[in-house]
């Protein structure tokens, strides 16, 4: 296959510049240890109501270093439960920090050619007057209250609405559905943002926020479908078409094979969040005192 000249550049891993880190010292939120930087702040999560300790930017030498740095995270921010720290790329810096969000990129090159999305008794629509947004609503709460069930976690119902509503009414917002057997009710969904935009890396994209198929027998072939029309609109748009994927606990098991399986279809992570929960009093195993320089 020939690289369309049209699309855009395959997206490498996603780390943080030079603007970012500036803003980031100027709002107070860029820290030292040892003279190695990060960039980190409290963030109450809404969906679970969950305060977090967010790091958006960390020298790979700390996130190699876990534990001491996890420590060090846990100290600064008493008030949070948990650390959720942004990795370059698909690197696996150290154990201490378990996958959560993983973000690919999908080369417009890479994608399902449209002899492989050929589906008889599919077709596939652009929602423009969005008069599917009923059902688009109910799958947009279940991919959500889904992904946070994965990790143990329940959701608070009208901090889901709230989401769900401003994502609907998003003037960026863009939904593919696909219909069944010349049916006029659709069986599932692809809905996307085309102004995202990631601020540590200063990159604009297009965000596949989510791909839901109710019918399990037409399921695969509808995500073939749905993923070429996203890679086609982001490459008329000139940008990168980026998903993710949330993962579980079980990370052997059904998150982790979809990444893997992503990957393999042409997906390339350009990165993601790893997790680590505050450790109990019982568990602390050293005083949390480590030495930071501002």
Do not use: K
């Not at 803003?23 to 040892?34: K, N, T």
């Not at 810096?93 to 378990?98: D, I, R, V, W």
């Amino acid at each position: 296959m020939t690289a369309d000249p049209a699309a855009p550049a395959p997206t490498a891993a996603l780390t943080a510049c030079d603007d970012y880190l500036a803003a980031a010292d100027e709002a107070g939120l860029l820290h030292r240890i040892d003279g190695l930087v990060y960039v980190a702040g409290a963030y109450h999560e809404p969906l679970t109501g969950i305060d977090q300790c967010l790091v958006e930017h960390a020298d790979p030498r700390l996130l190699h270093a876990a534990p001491a740095f996890l420590e060090a995270l846990f100290a600064r921010f008493p008030q949070c439960a948990e650390a959720v720290v942004r990795v370059p790329g698909a690197d696996d810096p150290h154990p201490a920090l378990t996958p959560h969000l993983s973000y690919l990129s999908l080369p417009f090159d890479a994608a399902p050619a449209a002899q492989d999305t050929d589906a008889p008794g599919l077709r596939i629509a652009p929602d423009e007057t969005r008069e599917h947004d009923r059902a688009v609503d109910d799958w947009l709460c279940r991919a959500m209250v889904t992904g946070a069930a994965g990790r143990g976690l329940t959701t608070r119902p009208e901090e889901v609405r709230a989401a769900v509503d401003a994502l609907l009414d998003s003037p960026g917002r863009r939904t593919f559905v696909v219909y069944a057997d010349g049916g006029d009710q659709p069986v599932g969904h692809a809905t996307l943002c085309v102004d995202a935009h990631d601020d540590p890396s200063g990159t604009d994209f297009v965000d596949l926020v989510d791909i839901l198929i109710d019918d399990p027998v037409l399921r695969p072939a509808a995500i073939t479908a749905l993923v070429r029309a996203s890679a086609l609109l982001a490459r008329d748009l000139g940008l990168p078409l980026l998903g993710n994927v949330c993962h579980g606990l079980d990370e052997a098991g059904r998150s982790g094979a979809v990444a893997v399986a992503l990957e393999a279809r042409g997906w390339r992570r350009t990165h993601q969040y790893r997790h680590a929960s505050r450790p109990s009093a019982t568990d602390a195993a050293a005083p949390q005192d480590q030495e930071e320089t501002q």
